[in-house]
Each structure stands twice: as C-alpha cells, then as structure tokens.
T-cell receptor
Framework: SQELEQSPQSLIVQEGKNLTINCTSS?????LYWYKQKYGEGLIFLMM?????EEKSHEKITAKLDEKKQQSSLHITASQPSHAGIYLC???????????FGKGTRLSVIA | EAQVTQNPRYLITVTGKKLTVTCSQN?????MSWYRQDPGLGLRQIYY???????DKGDVPEGYKVSRKEKRNFPLILESPSPNQTSLYFC???????????????FGNGTRLTVT
C-alpha cells in the first residue's frame, strides 16, 4: 500500500524565518496534495501537484514535486503566526483509489 | 456557503452504547469519506462512498458502519463503541475522491469522540 513519510514531524520557527516540510512517497505519484489543519479543526486544501518538476505558489507558500514524482516539498517564506498548524500531504498513487495521507507536520511560529 | 457539516462536535459516551455521527454536505458531491485522526498515526480512512448506495471499506473499518441513502448524508455508526475508538473523526466530500484540482476534498470541522 501507499506509504507517505513526512518530515519533520514537528517544527518550531521564529516569525519571519523560512521553513521547508518534506513528503516522500514509496511509489510514483499520480498526484500530490497539500492540506493545512488548524488545531482541532478540519483540513483546508492548499495545493495539488501532478507533473514532475511542477511548482505552485499561494501567497508565501510554495510547493514542488520532484521529477521522479516521489517527493514533494512545501516551503514557507517569512513565516507568520497564521501559518501555524498541521500540514498534511495526501497522495494518489493509482488514479482510482482513495487518497492516503501522511502523518502530518506540526508547525509552530513564535514571535 | 459550501460546507461539510458534522454533528456533534464533541461526544463523550460509554462502552457499548450505540452512537451515530452525522455528516451532511451541500455541494452535491458524489464522493464522501470518513477518517479518524490519532496522534502518531495520522489520518486514516474508515469508509468511503463513491455515490448513493455505494460504500467501501477504507484502511480501518472494523467497529464502524456507514450508509449512503441520500447523496448529501453519510452517517458514521458505532454499534458498540469501545475505548480504542476514542479519536478525532472527520468527514470529507468531493466530486472525484479529491483527485481533481477543481474538486479537492472538503472537510468538516471534526467530531471529538471519547469512549469511557
């Protein structure tokens, strides 16, 4: 079955610093999805990547999918307290089975 | 407003007492799914439904039942809850199982269940 590993498991950064979260798949991906969860709330869709080498940005968050389509990184520039939460990657490795999710990266941003 | 609504948000119950967590979506989505989220284990799928009257097991279906009699509703039923079902539960919906850029998964705000 699909295995998704996220690193780091948790991250504490000072406001204004940059950070990167990684998501590695054991299989080639049809699609890679990034979601953000505020503590105790539901998940909110951030971005979807499908093509090898693809890069997308939303405000100060940039996500990339490597050429082999087995690893994605999420980069936040000049972090703010509003970026705090749990970031989860979700993977589609067959095109016709439900998405599976990584265990998440808990991000704290301190002033 | 497009949304997935779960009820209740918090529930404390005792072992063996049947309960139902409701989920409703107003986006006419074919696909609906239930997940549980536990520390260290992440988000795991319990059951999903591709359309009305069609349901399939996810990764951790034991101890749960679901039904999809109407497109908008997808209740999660625990016939005889046990303490190991204490968890944070999420319902989600989309058009294509969340695999389309135009229809990512929409999640409810979660139901925190405690079984004593």
């Amino acid at each position: 079955s699909q295995e998704l590993e996220q690193s780091p498991q948790s991250l504490i950064v000072q406001e204004g610093k940059n950070l990167t979260i990684n998501c590695t798949s054991s299989k080639t991906l049809y699609g890679l999805y990034w979601y953000k969860q505020k503590y105790g709330e539901g998940l909110i869709f951030l971005m979807m990547l499908q093509k090898g080498g693809e890069e997308k940005s939303h405000e100060k968050i940039t996500a990339k999918l490597d050429e082999k389509k087995q690893q994605s990184s999420l980069h936040i520039t000049a972090s703010q307290p509003s970026h705090a939460g749990i970031y989860l990657c979700g993977a589609d490795n067959s095109g016709n089975t439900p998405l599976v999710f990584g265990k998440g990266t808990r991000l704290s941003v301190i002033a | 407003e497009a949304q997935v609504t779960q009820n209740p948000r918090y529930l404390i119950t005792v072992t063996g007492k049947k309960l139902t967590v409701t989920c409703s979506q107003n986006m006419n989505h074919e696909y609906m799914s239930w997940y549980r989220q536990d520390p260290g284990l992440g988000l795991r799928q319990i059951y999903y439904s591709m359309n009305v009257e069609v349901t399939d097991k996810g990764d951790v279906p034991e101890g749960y039942k679901v039904s999809r009699k109407e497109k908008r509703n997808f209740p999660l039923i625990l016939e005889s809850p046990s303490p190991n079902q204490t968890s944070l539960y999420f319902c989600a919906s989309s058009y294509l199982g969340g695999r389309s850029l135009n229809s990512p998964l929409h999640f409810g705000n979660g139901t925190r269940l405690t079984v004593t």
